[in-house]
Structures are given as structure tokens and as C-alpha cells.
Nanobody, 114 residues
Framework: QVQLVESGGGLVQAGGSLRLSCAAS???????MGWYRQAPGKQRELVAAITSGGSTNYADSVKGRFTISRDNAKNTLDLQMNSLKPEDTAVYYC?????????WGQGTQVTVSS
């Protein structure tokens, strides 16, 4: 089990970029990691995921615009978000899964203005 702390959220104009970071309190080497988001009145959804082996997958809505990456040496997970749209506005959560543990960060707000 790890504690996760997200950072990097904020207010940006449509077409702009943000980079989210997630710092873990311990090793994430064997963890499958992901970024999720939840907009007001909507269910939490997967944005991007990266396995312990480095394989990635993305929600169709962000393919080609977002890039997930991990640094196992620093125990960090990043999400580079480009060409942001108003519909990307949400609270973004970092997630870690391993051996029955399913840990979440507190979330960071991303707001994209039109």
C-alpha cells in the first residue's frame, strides 16, 4: 500500500497544456498505475493507464493528446495533457493497483476554459 499525492492541476485555456504528477510514498515498481478523472455529475472514468511493464492504454477521448509515463526510480507517475478541451475539466486522480491493494490520491482539479 502507498500514499499518493497529485500535483500540477490548475486553470488553463482551451488548447493549452498541463502536466500532472503523482508522487508515491513507496516503491511502485510492481504496481499498475493509472490516471482517472471525475467531472461534476459524472462517474469516475479511466483516462490513461500504464502497467508495471510499461504498456499503456488511453481513453478514446484523450488518445493523441495525453501521454502517461512513470519513473520507478523516483516513484512518480506523470500525465502530460496537450490540446486541452473544456470537456477535460474534472478532478484527476492517481491510482495504484498491486496484490489486492487499490490506492487513490486526493485528486487535483483541472479546469479548461473555452
Amino acid at each position: 500500500q502507498v500514499q499518493l499525492v497529485e500535483s500540477g492541476g490548475g486553470l488553463v485555456q482551451a488548447g493549452g497544456s498541463l502536466r500532472l504528477s503523482c508522487a508515491a510514498s513507496g516503491s511502485i515498481f510492481r504496481h499498475n498505475m493509472g490516471w482517472y478523472r471525475q467531472a461534476p455529475g459524472k462517474q469516475r472514468e479511466l483516462v490513461a493507464a500504464i502497467t508495471s511493464g510499461g504498456s499503456t492504454n488511453y481513453a478514446d477521448s484523450v488518445k493523441g493528446r495525453f501521454t502517461i509515463s512513470r519513473d520507478n526510480a523516483k516513484n512518480t507517475l506523470d500525465l502530460q495533457m496537450n490540446s486541452l478541451k473544456p470537456e477535460d475539466t474534472a478532478v484527476y486522480y492517481c491510482n495504484s493497483k498491486t496484490l489486492g491493494f487499490d490506492d487513490w490520491g486526493q485528486g487535483t482539479q483541472v479546469t479548461v476554459s473555452s
